[in-house]
């Protein structure tokens, strides 16, 4: 990736106590589970996505702790109140320089093991970013029939976690797709176009997940935790057609609702997303995590946003945090910032500064 300061362009189009089956809400099987698998027993995770630290590291980016000392990114976190790490993973990313290939994904997963903190295993399916603007199909995969696709999501989703699992790291949660919530792998796998196979493509990377890790909890992931209609009618074409997930991850930006028009205020967002894991949690029979959130960081022009703003989001962030954890009928497991150690200049959600101190926004997690 050559141009770190543009993603904030993209990204504005952009069992846990029960799990859920979307055909019958029962409890899995415990037989399915070997007895010498270790779990992760995180109750309420405290998460980030870090997936660029590597890049940065290569590009002499450095981070620090309050008293000045430059610290390991991933030890940072933990010092600041995390327990989980969530990580990406793209198919084939040449042109890209392979950042987030599997590879680079196992690199950075030993080091969250290292530190005892949980796994999530986010797959893309794409060979660079999957959001809800895109979802392109790899380019090894583009000339392959629907049935031959499915064989694609499953062997990808095998390989790369038999890699984890021979370097003896056990993901606690996996995410079939990245906010699939039009669907992933267009035009096959598009919902509104395509929902039968849709859930055809998930129910393959689902079975696969389950093949290396049975107890892992695999997530469907949709954006705009505050949209209830888009998740009743995304898990709906799920469910109709037979396709399983373990836990609904929701992403949660009050900053982009409000750039979209979709909401009215910041605290209306939270508000909404909170109502939304009850409603779905209850109707799907399923624990929610909120999987990405992000607060403003950074002002327009890329510098440090003022003081109030980020005082600000340290509030939001707190809130969110306790709601999701006190709010939710016990529902909801977790809360996952992305890409946190983002310099302002980078990404506009991040939340550390230019030269890599964590800004208040992270004193939420304490």
Not at 9 to 30: H, K, M, V, Y
Not at 274 to 298: F, H, Q, R, W
Not at 299 to 317: C, F, H, P, Q, R
Request: proline content about 4%; some cysteine.
């Amino acid at each position: 990736m050559k141009h770190m300061k543009f993603f904030s362009f993209l990204f504005s189009i952009a069992f846990a106590i029960l799990a859920c089956s979307s055909n019958n809400g029962t409890e899995p099987d415990p037989g399915l589970f070997p007895d010498d698998e270790e779990t992760p027993t995180t109750e309420f995770a405290k998460g980030a996505d870090i997936s660029w630290v590597t890049e940065m590291e290569q590009k002499g980016m450095k981070f620090y702790n309050a008293t000045g000392t430059a610290t390991d990114c991933f030890q940072l976190m933990k010092d600041l109140g995390l327990n989980a790490i969530r990580l990406r993973v793209w198919v084939n990313p040449e042109e890209h320089d392979n950042w987030c290939n599997k590879e680079d994904l196992l690199a950075k997963a030993k080091r969250t093991a290292s530190l005892g903190m949980d796994l999530m295993v986010d797959f893309h399916y794409s060979d660079w970013w999957a959001d809800p603007g895109k979802q392109n199909i790899p380019a090894a995969w583009k000339s392959h029939s629907y049935e031959q696709m499915k064989t694609d999501v499953a062997n990808h989703t095998v390989e790369v976690l038999q890699l984890l699992k021979d370097n003896q790291i056990t993901p606690k949660w996996v995410q079939v797709g990245n906010e699939t919530s039009n669907g992933f792998l267009w035009d096959m796998g598009k919902a509104d176009q395509n929902p039968k196979q849709y859930a055809g493509l998930f129910a393959a990377g689902y079975d696969a997940v389950k093949t290396v890790f049975p107890q892992a909890i695999v997530i469907v992931h949709l954006d705009n935790g505050f949209d209830n209609g888009l998740y009743n009618w995304n898990l709906d074409i799920l469910k109709n057609n037979g396709a399983k997930w373990d836990m609904i991850g929701m992403s949660l930006y009050p900053y982009w609702a409000l750039e979209s028009g979709k909401e009215t205020s910041a605290g209306q967002t939270i508000t909404d997303c909170i109502a939304n894991i009850k409603k779905v949690s209850e109707k799907y029979n399923c624990d929610v995590m909120v999987v990405e959130t992000g607060m403003e960081c950074a002002d327009n022009n890329g510098k440090l946003a003022s003081a109030s703003v980020l005082a600000e989001g340290k509030t939001m962030m707190t809130r969110i945090i306790k709601e999701c954890r006190e709010n939710t009928n016990g529902r909801c497991k977790g809360v996952f910032y992305w890409e946190p150690e983002c310099k302002p200049s980078q990404y506009r959600l991040g939340a550390f500064t230019e030269d890599g101190y964590p800004t208040v926004i992270m004193d939420a997690f304490k």
